[in-house]
């Protein structure tokens, strides 16, 4: 390891320790996950000093990184056993794509933005995510010909979860996104979302912040 290497190592082990341990996530393939994945990669070269902070990060065309707790919450509430498919919807930097494909047989992300996949899609190759499929287009739409999906994730803001991806989702396998809250004048809620039969068993988890989910592509 170069010394940046041994220097991003123990910053990520902090981050684990006192971003996600200390707000009561447990030990698990997700945690193992964020103390691997070095996301100094994915963010501009501008901001690497902040790779690890307890913050969303700037991205190119006003998108953002979430926070790690954040990403580590959302794939943690997946629910996943490790030989699912999952589908996510925004793949912005890359980073959580890198997450969940360390949790799961294979990862199929769909960005908007050419620009930003193809940074992501130059990232996910070089650190060699061979499980992971890019696709640009309008998420919103899924990945029809990879259904159904053992998980959904969707790092987007919409008022509610778009219909073709309700129907992507496998028996018993859970969909999070972020909800438009309409009790409270711009607030968001993270939702999970599980398939049960002919319905969707729904559970708020914590208030959150995203961009929005746009329709169509750039
Ligand atoms: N998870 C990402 C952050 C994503 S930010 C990361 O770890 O970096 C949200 C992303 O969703 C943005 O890149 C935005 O361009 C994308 N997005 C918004 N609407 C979309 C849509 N309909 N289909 C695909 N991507 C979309």
């Known amino acids: 390891m170069t010394r940046g290497e041994t220097e991003a190592a123990r910053e990520r082990a902090a981050m684990v320790r006192h971003q996600l341990l200390a707000r009561g996530m447990v030990r698990s393939p997700v945690l193992t996950a ?4 070095p996301r100094e990669m994915f963010i501009p070269r ?3 000093a902040a790779a690890y902070d307890d913050a969303p990060l700037p991205l190119a065309g006003g998108q953002t990184i979430s926070q790690p707790y954040v990403v580590a919450r959302m794939t943690e509430e ?5 030989d699912e498919r999952v589908l996510e919807v925004g793949t912005g930097s890359g980073y959580q794509t890198a997450i969940l494909a360390r949790v799961a047989a294979a990862v199929y992300s ?6 930003l996949l193809e940074r992501a899609r130059e990232v996910l190759t070089r ?11 309008d998420g919103r739409l899924g ?17 509610e979860p778009p219909p073709a ?6 028996p018993g396998a859970r969909l999070v996104m972020p909800l438009k809250d309409p009790d409270a004048e711009d607030g968001e809620v993270l939702m999970r979302l599980e398939r049960q039969g002919e319905g969707f068993r729904r559970t708020p988890l914590f208030p959150v ?3 929005p989910l746009l329709a169509g592509i750039r």
């Open 46 to 48: 501008s901001r690497r």
């Open 209 to 211: 912040r995203f961009v």
């Open 34 to 37: 964020m103390g691997e994945v």
């Open 143 to 159: 990945w029809p010909e990879m259904k159904p999906f053992g998980g959904i994730l969707v790092a987007a803001v919409g008022r």
């Open 110 to 115: 769909m960005e908007r933005d050419a620009l």
């Open 127 to 137: 650190l060699g995510y061979d499980t992971v499929h890019l696709r640009h287009g």
């Open 78 to 82: 997946l629910g996943l056993r490790g």
């Open 165 to 170: 991806l309700l129907a992507q989702l496998a």
